[in-house]
């Protein structure tokens, strides 16, 4: 492979680790409450959560876009305030990761917190430890399996992401160019569909492996559960 190749095998890997960071804590959360919790607009949560699974991911990208341009609210306020900004930024393709990749995350943590036993939430707080310490003591550590899985599968569907990516990133060679927008490039380019393939085998490569992980941490959690 080339060195810009490498170049956007190096950004996948920085861009999906850094959207699943930015996931993780309100998706713990998220998922928690709606596994554990009963209270008036939950749906209205889910569906919130689930959007960008079903919205094309172009149209994610739009919106991230408006909000997060150099003309939208949150980003000229960004670049006043602070002289930072997101868009056609490789942090972009990492927002834009994180939002698509969330429900994908929330869900596995939520069948992770329904999968703990509550009769042991219970017990711990009649024995007068609070929610909160009772959550970092008994759910959390039974959850974890399935935090982990969801963190994996978060990561193997930002490695892949596209639509959104483009829309608020940009195709920058050697700023914002990951495998998906390097493949893409390489498929418009003449001779480029024979070149594109290490970097299709990676993509590949590195998605199945995740999966793969998320899988035995799932069923290892089953295993637990059931013991």
């Keep these: 492979m080339s060195t810009q190749d490498w170049f956007a095998v190096r950004l996948s890997l920085q861009v999906a680790i850094t959207a699943v960071i930015i996931s993780l804590p309100s998706a713990v959360l998220i998922g928690y409450i709606?596994?554990?919790?009963?209270?008036?607009?939950?749906?209205?949560?889910?569906?919130?959560?689930?959007?960008?699974?079903?919205?094309?991911?172009?149209?994610?990208?739009?919106?991230?876009?408006?909000?997060f341009g150099p003309y939208g609210p949150v980003g000229s306020f960004l670049a006043h305030t602070f002289h930072?900004?997101?868009?056609?930024?490789?942090?972009?393709?990492a927002l834009a990761s994180a939002v698509v990749s969330y429900p994908l995350m929330v869900r596995s943590i939520r069948s992770a917190f329904s999968s703990v036993d509550s009769k042991l939430e219970f017990a711990s707080e009649s024995l007068g430890i609070n929610k909160f310490k009772t959550f970092l003591q008994i759910s959390l550590p039974l959850a974890s399996n399935g935090i982990l899985a969801g963190c994996l599968l978060a990561f193997a569907r930002s490695i892949g992401e596209f639509g959104a990516t483009i829309m608020i990133a940009g195709d920058i060679p050697d700023q914002t160019r990951t495998i998906p927008l390097a493949i893409y490039s390489l498929a418009n380019t003449i001779g480029g569909i024979k070149s594109g393939w290490p970097l299709v085998l990676m993509a590949i490569s590195l998605s199945s492996i995740s999966l793969i992980c998320g899988e035995i941490l799932e069923r290892?959690?089953?295993?637990?559960?059931?013991?």
Excluded at 39 to 66: A, D, H, S
Excluded at 84 to 93: E, H, K, M, T, V
Excluded at 220 to 227: F, I, K, L, Q
């Design 34 to 67: 709606l596994a554990k919790r009963r209270f008036r607009g939950k749906w209205l949560i889910q569906n919130l959560v689930n959007l960008p699974l079903v919205l094309p991911p172009v149209v994610t990208g739009y919106m991230l876009l408006v909000c």
């Design 84 to 93: 930072f900004r997101i868009a056609f930024n490789w942090l972009g393709a």
């Design 220 to 227: 290892r959690g089953w295993r637990n559960d059931n013991s």
